[in-house]
């Protein structure tokens, strides 16, 4: 079986382009009667970005809660929310403005919007039927790709395990790549985040399921990495813009991913860390899987002066680390990509145990 991929539709990019979203926006507003809804970081409330931005009075805003990443029950609470407002009708577009978190909501409220049930209802792949309303990706943060990826990746507390809706209609229909719009985010999260990248693309490259079109966007992203966070300044305006189009590229090719992120969502899922950081400590046990890359990302950390505190995991109960484990070796496709088949034979319960408590 072929898969048939899809891609973003359309996508501008360049320092400033964020002035022309008035021009993008006018086009959904003459294809469609209702509101617009802008989802925002709540890191922006009380800046000036939404002022600078068209938005007229009968559309939505709201500003996500990004303290936590999404989980099945912020994305029922934001649909119910939405859903409230547009009292039936339509939204003409759907924009998130902030990192993976921002548009990880955006995109599962989308799919809520014309699919009916709930968050839980539509984690795993091809679950959702119906395409989700028009939706603006305006990234404020660049690594999770999540721009371009086709998933939007939710916690459930209930089932403890983090999963997206994969799916065709949970993509952005248009991305606006404006690297001024990442000047001022600090320092460890641009690292943190950004790395997120370069982690998709190598777990991508040195596993077994690949294609050649895959393999390129990867190559090239990882590049874009290594001369981003090799370099004296990973925030420089040129390398800003770099690590957008990387971020763009990253998320193109995710979906086949390693070792390195089932031990981060088992992190994110129960000492709620965020994906990027978590990402940071599931690569700094794994030496022995990826030592290329893990010493590449140990020399990135150092020249960009980042840290990583140990011990996160002095103070856990047995119980913790079973509920860590668990939620890890859950993501069967990444693991046996990574490893093979036979991957609970390395990934013995003892092993990630193990890693764990080193971090
Ligand atoms: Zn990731």
């Known amino acids: 079986m072929f898969r048939n991929a899809k891609n973003v539709g359309y996508y501008m990019i360049g320092k400033g382009s964020l002035a022309q979203l008035d021009e993008i926006l006018a086009k959904r507003r003459e294809a469609v009667k ?48 939405v859903k ?62 999540s721009e371009t990826s086709r998933t939007g990746i939710v916690c459930n507390e209930e089932k403890n395990i983090k999963l997206g809706m994969n799916s065709d209609f949970t993509m952005f229909d248009q991305v606006l790549l404006d690297p001024d719009l990442t000047k001022t985010v600090p320092r460890n999260q ?101 030592p290329n890359e893990y010493r590449d990302f140990m020399t990135m950390m150092e020249r960009q002066k980042i840290d990583l505190p140990s011990g996160i995991c002095a103070h856990l109960t047995p119980a913790q680390f079973d509920q860590l484990y668990d939620a890890s070796i859950v993501h069967e496709k990444p693991l046996s990509n990574r490893l093979g088949e036979n991957y609970r034979e390395i990934f013995t319960r003892e092993n990630v145990i193990g890693r764990f408590k080193r971090m």
């Open 34 to 81: 209702g509101p617009a809804v802008f989802f925002f970081d709540h890191f922006f409330t009380n800046s000036d970005l939404p002022k600078r931005l068209p938005i007229k009075a009968e559309d939505i805003t709201v500003f996500v809660d990004t303290t936590d990443e999404p989980t099945t029950q912020s994305v029922d609470t934001y649909t119910a929310q």
């Open 84 to 145: 409230a407002i547009l009292a039936g009708k339509s939204p003409c577009a759907m924009l998130a403005f902030g990192g993976g978190s921002t548009m990880d909501t955006c995109k599962c409220v989308g799919n809520l919007l014309t699919n009916a049930g709930c968050a839980a209802d539509y984690q795993g792949w091809e679950l959702v039927k119906h395409p989700a309303p028009y939706k603006i990706a305006v990234p404020t943060l660049s690594g999770t790709g």
């Open 190 to 290: 641009f690292f943190y985040t950004g790395i997120d990248t370069y982690m998709h693309c190598f777990e991508s490259i040195t596993g077994s399921y690949r294609n050649s079109v895959v393999d390129a966007l990867s190559e090239k992203a990882i590049d874009l990495c290594k001369r981003i966070f090799l370099s004296s300044d990973m925030m420089s305006d040129e390398n800003r813009e770099l690590l957008m189009i990387a971020s763009f590229l990253g998320g193109m090719a995710a979906g086949f991913v390693g070792t390195v992120h089932p031990i981060s969502a088992g992190l994110s899922m129960v000492l709620h860390m965020h994906h990027g950081l978590a990402n940071c400590y599931a690569l700094s046990v794994q030496e022995d899987i990826y």
